[in-house]
């Protein structure tokens, strides 16, 4: 049973314009979201996170939405960058901070 | 400060032989959560080991285990290998209710 899931495996984005990555959920209980950043060859790296008692968290560039009513999540990347290409995974905490995760989306930026 | 690091980088064993993968947490850190990221897939629960003792694991078979030591760093054990347990094999570390989870970079396991 996939809680968490990332129904995109790639997406690819003009350099400058938005990148919108989606997650979607399953279990009402989870209260927290987290989105990670994965470049090859190196671990995940925290991104942003977004408590359920919020529609909207902001950080620079990068924003996380929030809709409860549909359990659904959206990144958004706004300007997107090069340097943004790698791999994204959403995540909910299950138990204590053991982490669900989503399948992941490839995010290519191109010039 | 010293993130989490993870030894070996990559390991390459054959079919039915031992993988023994270790893992440092950053300092302060009580906890450590190990995941596999098998080609193509997600990133999927192992274990989750805090103060010396297994707290969960995930919907692996027993030949997959590991302990904590006392200065909290970690092991992670796969008997009986098989070619599927190829996979890169992360290790976090936090301090309990501390979101979010700091990750090393992973052991690539290769059997063959």
Redesign the interface.
């Known amino acids: 049973d996939q809680q968490v899931k990332q129904n995109s495996p790639s997406l690819s984005v003009q350099e400058g314009r938005i990148s919108i990555l989606n997650c979607d959920y399953t279990n009402s209980m989870f209260d927290y979201f987290l989105w990670y950043k994965k470049y090859p060859a190196e671990g995940p790296t925290f991104l942003i996170s977004i408590s359920s008692i919020k529609d909207k968290n902001e950080d620079g560039r990068f924003t996380v939405f929030l809709n409860k009513s549909a359990k659904h999540l959206s990144l958004h990347i706004v300007p997107s960058q090069p340097g943004d290409s790698a791999v994204y995974f959403c995540a909910a905490p299950a138990v204590a901070d053991k982490l669900i995760f989503g399948t992941g989306t490839r995010l290519q930026v191109f010039p | 400060e010293a993130g989490?690091t993870q030894s070996p980088t990559h390991l390459i064993k054959t079919r039915g032989q031992q993988a023994t993968l270790r893992c440092s947490p950053i300092s302060g850190h009580t906890?450590v959560?190990w995941?596999q990221q098998a080609l193509g897939?997600?990133?999927?629960?192992l274990l989750?080991y805090?103060e010396g003792e297994e707290?969960?694991r995930g919907n692996f078979p027993p030949r997959f285990s590991g302990r904590q030591f006392p200065n909290y760093s970690s092991e992670l054990n796969v008997n009986a290998l098989e070619l599927e347990d190829s996979a890169l094999y992360?290790c976090?570390s936090?301090s309990?209710?501390q979101?979010?989870?700091?990750?090393?970079?992973?052991t690539r396991l290769t059997v063959t």
């Open positions: 989490v906890s959560y995941y897939l997600g990133l999927q629960f989750w805090d707290r969960n992360l976090a936090i309990l209710g979101s979010p989870l700091h990750f090393g970079n992973g």
